[in-house]
């Protein structure tokens, strides 16, 4: 069973644990206040409750009389007098106590013991004030605690955002890293003032691409080196078949001596396409009636149908070479009958044979990728690796895919698409910037 993943970004993701310790915070500093405030306030209550009582001990005794003042409410022998005041009473000692209610207004007890052995208590509702303080001082605590979770989610969502923007830039460096522009820095697309965590990843990321472009480099040159040595030896090889008698050996060795002369060539082709180094001859040329031609001269058996015709400038060099793999891919591994297609900028070429590999259409042409993966495991794996270097030269966009099986007995087949650019390269391999005027 699959989980359930949740994406969200990191600025939320800051925010909304900023605002829930802001909002812990603040629900401890306001219990935390609102009970020191009222115990405060209890105390007062018990002080100033108790002062009474003792004034009006003092008015009793010296007025001499059995009932004392009515103008403070105390009594003498009060029936409803608390059991704890009582039992303190006993012990000769002046008390106070409190009795608390849901309203928030105390109910605050004093007595004191006399000479002649009776109480004097006072009984005091505080009405007066300290309910209204305490929703004062409640209410003044929750707005304070509501702004202090709107004020760090506000700051959650300025710090995360500046996050989250460097590492977007960041993570878009290192998508035109991973497409083959070498040539981007990350740490220089990250840029900012402040610098954090964010910046040693770029310079991680920038220090691996280097890395592995050396390591790159290192197996082209290489492989480079090798198919030059070869290329010597296979050349004096396909030479000395020259010169064998006629025979049936005679052919089997011209014809494996031109393989191995063909794999070195495309072993040098894709070397030197790695390098990064090459640069398209640009003609403008009408594609459709190109294709049909260079298809005429490779198989005069292969349909070719211009759905609309357009006039492009790319190399024809490099485009004649596309279509030459293409083709051979689908002779060797297809079936016929093979057809190609020119709409506009784009070029189809498809067979109805038993489709493409999945391991190729997930990952792209991997170089001598042969045996079960590939379509009948004959060849050494470089034609459609070629095409896709050569089509990258161009600027242009070379897609696989596999067509579904349709009526009258289709049975589908494999579909390549070269998806020419609309502006050609220039001489350094980037694209031109049009003006306004010319784009519009």
Do not use: C
Request: aromatic fraction near 4%; avoid cysteine.
């Amino acid at each position: 069973m699959r989980r359930l993943a949740l994406r969200t970004g990191v600025r939320w993701k800051i925010s909304i644990a900023i605002a829930a310790v802001g909002a812990l915070i603040a629900l401890a500093l306001s219990l935390v206040v609102h009970n020191a405030a009222r115990v405060s306030m209890l105390e007062n209550a018990r002080e100033v409750q108790l002062e009474r009582l003792l004034f009006a001990q003092r008015l009793y005794e010296a007025a001499n009389t059995k009932k004392p003042s009515p103008k403070f409410g105390a009594k003498i022998n009060d029936p409803s007098l608390p059991a704890s005041l009582r039992r303190q009473i006993r012990d000769n000692r002046r008390a106070t106590h409190v009795d608390e209610y849901e309203d928030g207004v105390p109910d605050v007890w004093a007595a004191v013991p006399l000479a002649n052995g009776d109480v004097l208590s006072l009984h005091t509702r505080f009405a007066d004030r300290s309910a209204t303080i305490m929703g004062d001082l409640d209410r003044a605590l929750i707005i304070g605690s509501v702004s202090v979770v709107f004020g760090g989610s506000a700051l959650g969502v300025l710090i995360g955002g500046q996050l989250s923007r460097r590492l977007r830039k960041a993570a878009a460096a290192a998508g035109k890293v991973a497409q083959g522009n070498t040539e981007v820095r990350v740490r220089e697309a990250v840029g900012g003032v402040v610098r954090d965590e964010t910046d040693e990843l770029a310079r991680a990321v920038d220090a691996l691409t280097d890395a592995l472009n050396e390591r790159i480099e290192a197996e082209r040159r290489v492989t480079a080196d090798i198919a030059h040595e070869l290329r010597t030896p296979v050349t004096g090889l396909l030479t000395a078949a020259e010169l064998l008698p006629p025979g049936r050996p005679t052919e089997l060795v011209r014809d494996r001596a031109q393989a191995m002369r063909t794999l070195v060539e495309d072993v040098l082709e894709v070397a030197t396409l790695d390098g990064a180094s090459e640069r398209a001859e640009l003609q403008e040329l009408q594609l459709g009636e190109f294709v049909s031609r260079r298809v005429r001269l490779l198989d005069p058996e292969i349909t070719v149908r211009v759905v609309h015709e357009s006039w492009v400038s790319t190399d024809p060099r490099r485009l004649e070479r596309i279509l030459g793999n293409l083709l051979g891919n689908a002779a060797k591994h297809g079936a016929a009958p093979v057809e190609v297609t020119v709409e506009g900028r784009v070029v189809r070429v498809r067979d109805h044979g038993p489709g493409f590999p999945e391991a190729l259409l997930r990952e792209g042409p991997s170089r001598f990728r042969t045996g079960s993966s590939d379509r009948s495991g004959r060849g050494h794996g470089l034609g459609l690796t070629i095409a896709a270097g050569q089509a990258r030269v161009l600027g242009a966009r070379l897609t696989f895919r596999n067509a579904g099986p349709g009526g009258g007995g289709d049975t589908g087949g494999a579909v390549a698409v070269l998806w020419l650019p609309e502006h050609a390269p220039t001489n350094t391999g980037s694209f031109p910037i049009l003006r306004q005027a010319e784009s519009g």
